[in-house]
């Protein structure tokens, strides 16, 4: 296989990895946000209820537009639920609200992960931006160290995701944990909510394998530029 074919494998095997964790998670929460909790419980109201069992009373619970825009913000203490979570009685309600305070657990108690990614997030932040833009220069002009300065920025990127993985299964793990402890859904439900979540996981299983296949295909674009 030469070069040239190569590259564009790796090209269209890194989109082809992303259309297909998106269109899984889609097509569960798709599933999932049609279908009510047999307790009629708000996302909001799962959400108040969490945090008041671990003591966190001091974070408030917000409504934000967006579509799956859901977040904790660790430095302003807030949750904030999309619209569809936040009033919605679903199974993907209780499932995302319980996964958010599951984040807000996190940071109350120190978790290693969750720090460690808010100290590479400065980091990670200038290295999206300059990462490409250094590839597209040595490219360009054939300038490989700058290639090889926009390698070593994804690996950055790389090692944020890497960080990122353990804090995503942990906070789904707490919101399993919560929705069991709480009594959110019954039986059956708590499968589906299981499903979604696992879903939402594979998201960012399938950003670390993007961007490994992303460097690979850099290195090699380098290495031809060096010959």
Partial sequence: MDYYTLTYLLMFL??????????????????YKKIGNSKGITGAEVAREILNTHGLGDIYVTETNGYLSDHYDPTRKVIRLSKEIY?????AAVSV??????????????????????ALF???????????????????????????LGIALEIVI????????????DASRRAGVEI?????????????????????????????????????????IARSSDD
């Fill in 97 to 118: 609200a319980a996964h958010e305070c599951g984040h807000a657990i996190q940071d109350k108690e120190g978790y290693g992960f969750m720090r460690f990614r808010s």
């Fill in 14 to 31: 890194s989109i082809g990895i992303t259309l297909l964790a998106q269109l899984f998670v889609s097509i569960s929460y798709s599933k």
């Fill in 122 to 148: 400065p980091i990670v932040n200038f290295s999206s931006k300059a990462g490409y833009f250094a590839i597209l220069i040595g490219i360009i002009f054939g300038l490989v160290d700058f290639i090889w």
């Fill in 158 to 169: 790389l090692l944020f995701q890497l960080v990122t993985l353990p804090v995503e299964l």
């Fill in 180 to 220: 069991e402890r709480n009594r959110f859904l019954v039986e059956g439900e708590q499968t589906g909510s299981k499903r979604m979540l696992m879903a939402a996981a594979f998201t960012y299983v399938a950003s670390v394998l993007t961007t490994l296949i992303e460097i690979f295909r850099l290195i090699l």
């Fill in 87 to 91: 009033n919605g009685t679903t199974i």
